[in-house]
């Protein structure tokens, strides 16, 4: 007899996990299927082996979706609060970081435990470490597994998208969605660093130095750190800023966050024989390279106020125009996906294919950096985990 469960779940990461927990621990009968021998790659690596696991900032307006209010549901229905109640229920200590940021003391794989922990106490059953094909005959969705078929009249799609193939992330669910004739968001690399041109080359070769600037794309503009590096921009701002880039666009840095248009004037006032590169208070290199790329070395007294005033603006508003980015390999996500108007927003059902969930990152959302991702992953896999 073919053995049949309430609900597949294809992909053991951060948002199939929390719904596979989720969905047990409701008295549903799961099947939680990974290619992967191991679950939770992903949260492995993040926050440099520790997870940023949540933002305690979490709103709506910190995702990227081609409908912003997509969102809303999910987030408002499993908050930052509700995660670290978890967190703090299997004895995991944590800290918080700048901006929000929630990290654990100890190492990621102490989510990935607890996340599991939950799952076993569900009854989750495991089928990891082999591929899966599936099918739809209209009623429900048969699926085989190394050698075995299962069956199921719910399926849902959590195998995220192909940010980090190393960690053996591919573009599953976007073939899935074909598959089941789901629109697509054109997917690109998201919180990816930036490449510059050879016109730029100057600004390659300060590979190493950083600065606190505020970077802008679009409408969208971060402060934070950022990086310039042999191949062009990185740092959080830039990775930022990233998310909202198009091919094409500018992204525009202010080197002097905080200083008014007359700053230089003023300054030459009131010293006269200070220089611009000591003014700046940037690193010497970084310094040097806007200094003389403005043409400006000498003594501010000797610069007329026009010319300082010249120099301001364009030291707020630095346009780069990237020509391209590091791709999916260097990048910590992807923007596009599954588009949010196949789905619920409540339950991540698919409207046209009864039984289909997506939930996570192979979705049409996606969140700033700083834990904002995996705090989508734990709300839309405990919307479709309470839902089935």
Not at 39 to 48: D, N
Not at 70 to 76: E, Q, R, T
Not at 148 to 156: C, H, I, K, L, N
Not at 355 to 380: C, H, K, M, P, R
Request: net charge positive; hydrophobic share 45%.
């Amino acid at each position: 007899m073919t053995p049949r469960y309430d609900a597949i779940i294809l992909g053991a990461g951060a948002a199939g996990m929390m719904c596979a927990a989720v969905a047990g621990q409701r008295g549903r009968r799961i099947l939680l299927v990974d290619h992967a021998a191991e679950p939770g790659a992903k949260i492995v690596i993040s926050g440099g082996g520790r997870c940023n696991f949540t933002n305690t900032g979490t709103a709506p307006d910190r995702f990227v979706s081609a409908n912003p209010h997509f969102a809303k549901s999910a987030l408002g229905r499993y908050t930052p609060a509700d995660f670290i109640a978890l967190v703090e229920r299997h004895g995991i200590a944590w800290h918080e970081k700048t901006l929000g940021q929630l990290f654990c003391d100890g190492s990621a794989r102490q989510i990935v435990a607890m996340l599991m922990g939950e799952c076993e106490l569900g009854g989750v059953e495991r089928a990891f470490g082999q591929p899966a094909m599936v099918e739809h005959d209209g009623t429900g969705f048969r699926i085989a597994i190394g050698g075995r078929t299962v069956t199921a009249p719910a399926f849902v799609i959590a195998t995220g998208g192909p940010s980090i193939p190393k960690i053996g992330a591919t573009d599953a669910s976007y073939r899935l969605a074909k598959q089941f004739g789901l629109k697509l968001v054109e997917p690109r690399p998201a919180l990816v660093p930036l490449t510059l041109g050879p016109d730029e080359a100057l600004f390659r070769e300060l590979a190493g130095v950083s600065a606190t600037v505020v970077a802008q794309a679009g409408k969208a503009a971060f402060r934070e750190a950022a990086l310039f590096t042999h191949r062009g921009l990185s740092g959080p701002a830039i990775l930022q800023a990233s998310s909202y880039w198009r091919h094409g666009e500018t992204v525009a840095i202010d080197f002097t966050p905080d200083r008014d248009a007359d700053w230089l004037v003023d300054l030459k006032r009131a010293q006269p024989r200070a220089s611009l590169r000591r003014a700046l208070g940037l690193p010497d290199r970084l310094a040097d390279a806007l200094a003389g790329r403005l043409q400006i070395a000498d003594r501010l007294a000797d610069i007329p106020d026009k010319a300082l005033r010249a120099a301001s603006a364009r030291l707020g508003y630095w346009p780069f125009r990237p020509d391209g980015t590091e791709g999916y390999a260097k990048a910590e996500v992807t923007v596009g996906g599954i588009s949010t108007a196949e789905l619920s927003s409540r339950t991540m059902e698919a409207r046209r294919v009864p039984g289909l969930y997506a939930i996570g990152e192979a979705v049409d959302v996606t969140g700033w950096l700083g834990g904002y991702n995996f705090q989508w992953a734990w709300a839309s896999g405990s919307a479709t985990g309470n839902a089935l």
